[in-house]
C-alpha cells in the first residue's frame, strides 16, 4: 500500500486543506505507467511542435465557402497515434478515463471533483463542442464518436464499416480535411491528459507543487507535504 498527503492552498485566502489517500500496490504502478507513456507522448515531434493542425473556411465573394486546413507531416502523425494508444484506448489500464477514475475515487475533495470533471470536458471534446461545432446533414462531426470511428476506419484498424460510418464525412471534406478535424480533436485529448499527468505526478512524489485553475471555485495549488 502506497500513501500521499497534499495539501491543498486557496492562492486568494491562503486557506489550506489537507487531503490524503492510499493507492494498492497495483494501482500505484498503473500511475507510473501512465506518466511514462504520456511523457512518451510529449516527446513526440507533433506534441513538440503544439500539434500542428487546422482546419476552417474561407469565403471570396467570386469562390464562395472554401475550405482550408494544414496537416502535420504523415510520418509525425503515425508516430504521435502510436504513443497515444495506451492512453485513449478505454480497455487499456493506462487509458485517461481509467486514470482518471482511480485518482478521482482517492481524491475526493470537491475541488478535484471539479478538476476530474473540467479535464473529462477538455478529453471527450465537449468544452470544444460548447465554443463550436462541425456538422454535416446535422450530424455533429468534432466528437468522440467519430474520431474513433476513422481511428477504427483508417488508422489503427481498417474496418469497412466504421469506412462506411464516417463516408459521408470524407466525401463532403475530403480526407485530408476530414483528419485535419479528428487532429484537432486529438489535441484537446493532449490538454486533458498533461492535466491528468500533472496530478498523477503530484501523487507519486514527482512534483512537489502544481497550479489547479478551473473555472467555478478559486484558484488552487496543490503540494505534497
Given at each position: 500500500m502506497k500513501e500521499c498527503?497534499?495539501?491543498?492552498?486557496?492562492?486568494?485566502?491562503?486557506?489550506?486543506?489537507?487531503?490524503?489517500?492510499?493507492?494498492?500496490?497495483?494501482?500505484?504502478?498503473?500511475?507510473?505507467?501512465?506518466?511514462?507513456?504520456?511523457?512518451?507522448?510529449?516527446?513526440?515531434?507533433?506534441?513538440?511542435?503544439?500539434?500542428?493542425?487546422?482546419?476552417?473556411?474561407?469565403?471570396?465573394?467570386?469562390?464562395?465557402?472554401?475550405?482550408?486546413?494544414?496537416?502535420?507531416?504523415?510520418?509525425?502523425i503515425i508516430v504521435f497515434l502510436h504513443k497515444c494508444r495506451p492512453i485513449i484506448l478505454e480497455k487499456e489500464t493506462t487509458s485517461f478515463p481509467n486514470i482518471s477514475s482511480l485518482l478521482s475515487r482517492r481524491l475526493s475533495h470537491p475541488y478535484f471533483r471539479l478538476r476530474f470533471k473540467d479535464l473529462t470536458r477538455i478529453y471527450h471534446s465537449t468544452k470544444q463542442q460548447s465554443m463550436y461545432t462541425i456538422r454535416v446533414n446535422d450530424v455533429v462531426v468534432n466528437t468522440e464518436k467519430v474520431l474513433f470511428a476513422w481511428l477504427n476506419a483508417y488508422e489503427y484498424h481498417?474496418?469497412?464499416?466504421?469506412?462506411?460510418?464516417?463516408?459521408?464525412?470524407?466525401?463532403?471534406?475530403?480526407?485530408?480535411?476530414?483528419?485535419?478535424?479528428?487532429?484537432?480533436?486529438?489535441?484537446?485529448?493532449?490538454?486533458?491528459?498533461?492535466?491528468?499527468?500533472?496530478?498523477?505526478?503530484?501523487?507519486?512524489?514527482?512534483?512537489?507543487?502544481?497550479?489547479?485553475k478551473i473555472d467555478e471555485p478559486p484558484a488552487h495549488s496543490t503540494s505534497v507535504d
Open positions: 498527503h497534499l495539501t491543498l492552498i486557496n492562492e486568494q485566502t491562503k486557506e489550506e486543506i489537507k487531503v490524503d489517500a492510499s493507492f494498492e500496490d497495483e494501482d500505484w504502478q498503473r500511475l507510473e505507467l501512465f506518466v511514462q507513456y504520456a511523457d512518451d507522448l510529449f516527446q513526440t515531434s507533433l506534441v513538440k511542435q503544439g500539434v500542428p493542425a487546422s482546419f476552417g473556411f474561407k469565403w471570396q465573394e467570386d469562390q464562395g465557402f472554401t475550405l482550408r486546413s494544414k496537416l502535420p507531416p504523415a510520418d509525425d481498417r474496418i469497412a464499416s466504421k469506412q462506411k460510418e464516417i463516408k459521408d464525412f470524407v466525401d463532403f471534406f475530403s480526407i485530408d480535411h476530414f483528419k485535419a478535424i479528428c487532429i484537432l480533436l486529438l489535441a484537446e485529448k493532449v490538454k486533458a491528459i498533461y492535466g491528468l499527468r500533472e496530478l498523477a505526478c503530484l501523487v507519486l512524489g514527482k512534483e512537489r507543487r502544481i497550479s489547479m
